[in-house]
């Protein structure tokens, strides 16, 4: 599966978007875009995922360049319990179940 | 809904020890894995299995590690001869469909601490 690189942290003020970039410039044709988080002591939670198209869903809107080298996850209005680290995860269909994690994003959002 | 539920929450255990963590996947889910995350660390991917098999268990570490899922629902995983090594948290998660695109819903994991 491709590697992804995210910055290790972000801060966001509440109410405001957050926008959680992901490079992945080495994806193929058949691999998906799939983000999770993962708040402090618990598991980690789907939030979306695309291939090509962008996609929103009522959590977050997720926008896929046109060579789908990169991707922006988008929280419209941050809330402090999307205090979480984001984590970016290329996939292909055939294997979406062996998911590499990686370090993600901690993203914190402030009163 | 119920989630994926796994018990205990925590788990302190000696070295050398054996131990088994279980793991209740949400109703009418066919696919199951097995997650462990290291402090610091994301998830490795363990085990998955779909109905009763496993089918690929390329991520357990060595053969002291163990997983079943007899009945196709409820999972167990087994740790023999337990090492310090072996603390972290272990991640059940499960999905709709083994293959494709069905997302993963994690349970809020074992903490695993060998003493």
């Known amino acids: 599966d491709a590697k992804t690189t995210q910055p290790p942290s972000m801060d966001c003020a509440e109410g405001r978007a957050a926008n959680l970039p992901c490079n992945h410039s080495?994806?193929?044709?058949?691999?998906?875009v799939y983000w999770y988080r993962q708040i402090h002591s618990q598991g980690p939670q789907y939030i979306i995922h695309?291939?090509?198209n962008n996609e929103t869903n009522e959590m977050a809107s997720l926008i896929i360049t046109e060579d789908r080298k990169s991707s922006t996850l988008i929280l419209p209005h941050a809330t402090l319990r999307d205090t979480a680290v984001y984590y970016c995860i290329v996939s292909s269909g055939g294997s979406n179940y062996k998911l590499t994690f990686g370090k993600g994003t901690l993203l914190t959002v402030n009163p | 809904g119920a989630g994926v539920s796994q018990t205990p929450s925590n788990k302190v255990t000696e070295k050398g020890k054996y131990v088994e963590l279980r793991c209740d996947p949400i109703s009418g889910h066919t696919a199951l894995y097995w997650y462990r995350q290291s402090l610091g660390q994301g998830p490795e991917f363990l085990i998955y299995?779909?109905?009763?098999?496993?089918?690929?268990d390329s991520g357990l570490p060595n053969d002291r590690f163990f997983a079943v899922r007899p009945e196709g629902s409820v999972s167990t995983l087994k740790i023999q001869r337990t090492e310090r090594g072996d603390s972290a948290v272990y991640l059940c998660?499960?999905?709709?469909?083994?293959?494709?695109?069905?997302?993963?819903?994690f349970g809020n994991g074992t903490r695993l601490t060998v003493t």
């Open positions: 299995f779909q109905g009763t098999g496993a089918a690929d």
């Open positions: 080495t994806i193929s044709g058949n691999e998906y």
């Open positions: 998660a499960s999905s709709l469909y083994g293959q494709g695109e069905s997302p993963l819903h």
């Open positions: 695309g291939l090509k």
